[in-house]
């Protein structure tokens, strides 16, 4: 007697979490915060990672900056810059030839010398990197705000991640919630001097909320986008097509 | 019948239900709750319920279960339940932990270390690339299910004052309830302590949660040191696991947790 109708509750609640669900996941996608690697078992956990970092993040959170006397003895580099002839051709000659490239859901599409760059307001930073192996530094960053080259070029509203393109195979994108965070920048110079080659010369992104894996070395192609289903895999980066995590704030 | 003989008839049927005798607060109880008078006069300290299927072992009503053959609950279907998610996700994150571990199995003390710089100690394992990228994924994903379990396990144990009758040291009041002072001691310092200290040194490690509350890295003194303290935590873990296996195997323990009886 008991039975039948503790039964139609737990199915009627069955249905009532699974509908319930599914509008929070409609919502949260709206919303942003979902990433692009949400599926499978592991996407769970990302998803939440993720979603919960940016309710968290949502009033553009600063990462700590320290001052010049923490700044480490030893910068080390994972992996070779790219055996690439054009950019080894650019390197060769002091990167002069260089040129950024931005494009996508913007008013002006645009290409930056390193000089443009340079004449852009400047802004050095001295921030915490992690590498996601476990080891770590502090370092200082002079370059372009991130935010500042998008307001030159006129992003659209409408956009909702940046992709960045290196001379190598380590393409990455960001959400806009980091693409106009006021520390995010595009460094020519580290530690008073230019951007040495093994830490990404001539361009590189400081990303100083997350690992520095997502810290995209040597780059040749920034695009605003609305969707990433169409780079790549989809997955917003190279790092979940070889095993890793899009979002690296852990 | 008076009061003590009932008292005294429960504690004949504890020890019969479990010859281990794990449960009970001397060698001899029988003999030892003569000798304190306040056992036989102290009523039970909360209301008593009678249904020996869904009323827990630290529930004074143990004492008063008449039917010699009736089981005993050890521990209430979410004790056992959020115990076996925890223990699921706790091996997911020692297994994961060590994945990610191996990728730089040096440690260091401040805010900053690598290689080229001087570390606190050197595991004696070599780097070993390649399986952090599955390790992180799984350390997280484990590190939801553990903490989300958590804190059901923790609402719950406040609100049923679990905690405190099951767990909390004291001398004569309980004689019955499942553990020794210093099993007690130990469950609260793994519950309240070990924890929520991995929580937060792991959450120090992450450059976001950091620029919300820089102070969860600070009051550690950098983030190396934080990556240092977390992998020493997670040594005690395994410590604690160690030990808890062994003693639930040497003390055949394992079906309580299952099915939530003391002896079937």
């Given at each position: 007697?008991?039975?039948?109708?503790?039964?139609?509750?737990?199915?009627?609640?069955?249905?009532?979490?699974?509908?319930?669900?599914?509008?929070?996941?409609?919502?949260?996608?709206?919303?942003?915060?979902?990433?692009?690697?949400?599926?499978?078992?592991?996407?769970?956990?990302?998803?939440?990672?993720?979603?919960?970092?940016?309710?968290?993040?949502?009033?553009?959170?600063?990462?700590?900056?320290?001052?010049?006397?923490?700044?480490?003895?030893?910068?080390?580099?994972?992996?070779?810059?790219?055996?690439?002839?054009?950019?080894?051709?650019?390197?060769?000659?002091?990167?002069?030839?260089?040129?950024?490239?931005?494009?996508?859901?913007?008013?002006?599409?645009?290409?930056?010398?390193?000089?443009?760059?340079?004449?852009?307001?400047?802004?050095?930073?001295?921030?915490?990197?992690?590498?996601?192996?476990?080891?770590?530094?502090?370092?200082?960053?002079?370059?372009?705000?991130?935010?500042?080259?998008?307001?030159?070029?006129?992003?659209?509203?409408?956009?909702?991640?940046?992709?960045?393109?290196?001379?190598?195979?380590?393409?990455?994108?960001?959400?806009?919630?980091?693409?106009?965070?006021?520390?995010?920048?595009?460094?020519?110079?580290?530690?008073?001097?230019?951007?040495?080659?093994?830490?990404?010369?001539?361009?590189?992104?400081?990303?100083?909320?997350?690992?520095?894996?997502?810290?995209?070395?040597?780059?040749?192609?920034?695009?605003?986008?609305?969707?990433?289903?169409?780079?790549?895999?989809?997955?917003?980066?190279?790092?979940?097509?070889?095993?890793?995590?899009?979002?690296?704030?852990? | 019948?008076?009061?003590?003989?009932?008292?005294?008839?429960?504690?004949?049927q504890l020890v019969e239900c479990d010859l281990a005798k794990v449960d009970v607060a001397g060698s001899?109880p029988?003999?030892?709750?003569?000798?304190?008078?306040?056992?036989?006069?102290?009523?039970?300290?909360?209301?008593?319920?009678?249904?020996?299927?869904?009323?827990m072992a630290e529930s004074?009503?143990v004492?008063?279960?008449?039917?010699?053959?009736?089981a005993t609950i050890a521990h209430s279907s979410l004790v056992r339940v959020t115990h076996w998610?925890a223990a699921l996700?706790i091996?997911?994150?020692?297994?994961?932990?060590?994945?990610?571990?191996?990728?730089?199995?040096?440690?260091?003390?401040?805010?900053?270390?690598?290689?080229?710089?001087?570390?606190?100690?050197?595991?004696?394992?070599?780097?070993?690339?390649?399986?952090?990228?599955?390790?992180?994924?799984?350390?997280?994903?484990?590190?939801?299910?553990?903490?989300?379990?958590?804190?059901?396990?923790?609402?719950?144990?406040?609100?049923?004052?679990h905690?405190?009758r099951a767990l909390?040291?004291?001398?004569?009041?309980?004689?019955f309830t499942t553990y020794n002072p210093v099993q007690r001691l130990t469950y609260?310092?793994v519950i309240?302590?070990?924890?929520?200290?991995?929580?937060?040194?792991?959450?120090?490690?992450?450059?976001?949660?950091?620029?919300?509350?820089?102070?969860?890295?600070?009051?550690?003194?950098?983030?190396?040191?934080?990556?240092?303290?977390?992998?020493?935590?997670?040594?005690?873990?395994?410590?604690f696991l160690l030990v808890h296996v062994s003693m639930v195997v040497v003390n055949h323990r394992f079906r309580s947790m299952i099915t939530g009886e003391r002896r079937a």
């Amino acid at each position: 007697m008991s039975e039948r109708p503790a039964r139609r509750k737990l199915v009627l609640g069955g249905l009532a979490i699974a509908g319930a669900s599914g509008l929070g996941v409609r919502l949260a996608s709206r919303s942003g915060l979902i990433p692009p690697d949400y599926g499978g078992l592991f996407g769970i956990g990302e998803t939440l990672t993720y979603g919960t970092q940016r309710i968290l993040t949502a009033r553009h959170s600063l990462a700590r900056e320290f001052d010049r006397s923490q700044i480490s003895k030893a910068f080390p580099v994972n992996g070779p810059p790219p055996q690439n002839e054009l950019y080894e051709r650019y390197a060769a000659r002091a990167f002069g030839q260089w040129r950024l490239s931005v494009d996508g859901l913007v008013a002006r599409a645009t290409t930056f010398s390193l000089a443009d760059l340079k004449s852009l307001p400047r802004r050095s930073q001295i921030t915490h990197q992690a590498c996601e192996e476990g080891w770590s530094f502090i370092a200082e960053w002079t370059g372009v705000l991130l935010a500042d080259v998008l307001k030159l070029v006129g992003a659209s509203p409408r956009a909702r991640y940046v992709a960045f393109f290196p001379y190598d195979n380590n393409w990455d994108s960001l959400d806009m919630a980091d693409a106009w965070h006021p520390q995010t920048l595009l460094a020519y110079g580290m530690n008073g001097q230019d951007l040495p080659q093994p830490h990404g010369a001539p361009l590189r992104l400081r990303v100083p909320r997350q690992l520095g894996y997502k810290s995209v070395k040597y780059l040749a192609r920034i695009t605003v986008t609305d969707t990433l289903k169409h780079i790549g895999k989809g997955f917003g980066s190279i790092s979940p097509e070889i095993g890793y995590s899009w979002y690296a704030g852990i | 019948m008076e009061n003590g003989n009932l008292h005294r008839a429960g504690v004949t049927q504890l020890v019969e239900c479990d010859l281990a005798k794990v449960d009970v607060a001397g060698s001899n109880p029988v003999s030892r709750s003569k000798k304190n008078p306040a056992f036989h006069t102290t009523p039970a300290p909360f209301p008593v319920r009678y249904n020996p299927r869904t009323v827990m072992a630290e529930s004074a009503s143990v004492q008063r279960t008449s039917a010699p053959d009736s089981a005993t609950i050890a521990h209430s279907s979410l004790v056992r339940v959020t115990h076996w998610i925890a223990a699921l996700s706790i091996l997911g994150l020692l297994v994961s932990g060590g994945a990610i571990l191996v990728a730089h199995p040096r440690f260091y003390w401040g805010e900053t270390g690598s290689v080229g710089t001087p570390s606190l100690f050197d595991l004696p394992i070599p780097f070993l690339f390649g399986h952090s990228g599955w390790g992180r994924y799984l350390h997280f994903l484990s590190a939801w299910v553990c903490v989300l379990t958590g804190v059901v396990y923790a609402l719950y144990g406040f609100r049923t004052k679990h905690f405190r009758r099951a767990l909390l040291p004291r001398r004569a009041a309980a004689p019955f309830t499942t553990y020794n002072p210093v099993q007690r001691l130990t469950y609260l310092v793994v519950i309240f302590i070990l924890f929520p200290g991995i929580i937060i040194t792991g959450l120090a490690m992450s450059p976001a949660i950091v620029s919300v509350l820089p102070e969860i890295v600070t009051v550690f003194g950098g983030q190396q040191s934080a990556r240092t303290l977390h992998f020493f935590l997670a040594d005690l873990v395994l410590l604690f696991l160690l030990v808890h296996v062994s003693m639930v195997v040497v003390n055949h323990r394992f079906r309580s947790m299952i099915t939530g009886e003391r002896r079937a």
